[in-house]
């Protein structure tokens, strides 16, 4: 590998490194929502948002989808709209719905 390579590679261990190092705070959070059922839409919305950087690694994307998990049935289009930036961010199997059908 050349130096550009690797500082690449290098890069992106760090940002998984930060990305561990903070992914508590926000799983205690989804804990919260989930716990006493809160239903504010602000709240999971930003921390759906929030959690859209954490999927990246395998952790994180387990906390990601449990919170899916609880807010589909209360908020099906912003749970779904969310899946789908996931969905675009990381799999490269993905073809966005056409977009002449909205």
Do not use: W
Request: include cysteine.
């Amino acid at each position: 590998m050349d130096d550009s390579t690797n500082t690449i590679y290098e890069m992106i261990h760090h940002l998984h490194t930060l990305l561990r190092q903070n992914l508590p705070m926000l799983e205690k959070q989804v804990n919260q929502i989930i716990t006493n059922k809160i239903t504010d839409s602000n709240r999971i919305n930003r921390l759906l948002d929030d959690l859209l950087d954490f999927a990246q690694i395998s952790e994180g994307l387990e906390v990601f989808k449990r919170l899916c998990r609880y807010a589909y049935p209360i908020y099906p289009d912003l749970t779904a709209s969310h899946i789908h930036y996931y969905r675009e961010l990381y799999d490269d199997t993905y073809t966005p719905p056409d977009s002449d059908d909205e």
